[in-house]
């Protein structure tokens, strides 16, 4: 994508954060201050009010090293397609595990099983690896195909929290690893390049995530890129259970058409550390896949060894 395109793509996405959160401030300005002032005299323990929150809660007084804190509170990035702007919690390792069953269209069904693996590196910053582990596909009079997908390697940076009329703000960069077989169309068979920006805003009960993503990608005849945007608004229904809307899509690389999906689904959380999640998506646009189910759950434990030390100069630029 032209450098012109680009500035354009995230000086939008940031000018319609900014937008949405100048528009809310004046319904939730009293209940914001109650709120703040609440949280900041304790943490909160319950963990659909931090489930996918866009903003990561103060600590307690009492407590001068966040990355020590005791409780274990997942933050699931799934079903979502759209990121939030908060990250893993600080000194905790976070793995989840996802079944998608997709319509491709012409009476051919996909199969796939993919997980992660996250850490959370510091209050404002996490790691993330993705895996594609399995993808079988069959039916439409095509032979059945089964094998492994590309991997990714990811880092999301907080650099901005949710305040009384901006959004919490963060940017993401990855890259996408060619371990499947593009012979099956199960990879690309180049490594490709993401570029995230994210911004998230609690409007009352609503919780909302905004992302522009820009996708360089390699190919025979050079690079390509694409911007896609989404919009996802979570619902907290009880104190377990949140309902999902979401809506994302735009050009796809070397392709002409756009590409537009809607999702709808909910996640429960088991216990603090535990929450599981489903989805349906259906597509506006001529794009495939067509339609798709989603299944999955997320586990956060904390491993035995610590943190990047806080006597760290870098660390300490990076939120910690």
Known sequence: MRAKQWTAALAGAALLACACGIAAAEQITDI?????ASESASPPTDPAALEHAGIETAPPKSTTDPCAQTEVVASPSRPYWDGGAATT???II??????LGQSMGGGVRQWMLASSLRYGLTPKMDLRWGVINHISQSGGGTAPLEGIGDQSLSATYRFYEQGRWMPAMALSYGIEIPTGNPAKGFGSGFIDQGFVFLASRDVGKIHLDFNTVGTVTGGTSGHDGSAQF????TRQMTKKLALILESYGGPQPE???KYGAALTGASYSVRPWLVVDGAYVRTYTGGSPRQEFLFGLTHSIRPRFEPISKRSAIARKLGR
């Not at 976070?94 to 079944?99: L, Q, S, T």
């Open 32 to 36: 914001h201050a109650t709120s703040s």
């Open 94 to 99: 976070e793995v989840d595990f996802g079944w």
């Open 230 to 233: 989404g919009l996802a608004a």
């Open 89 to 91: 919690q600080c000194g």
């Open 255 to 257: 392709a002409t058409d």
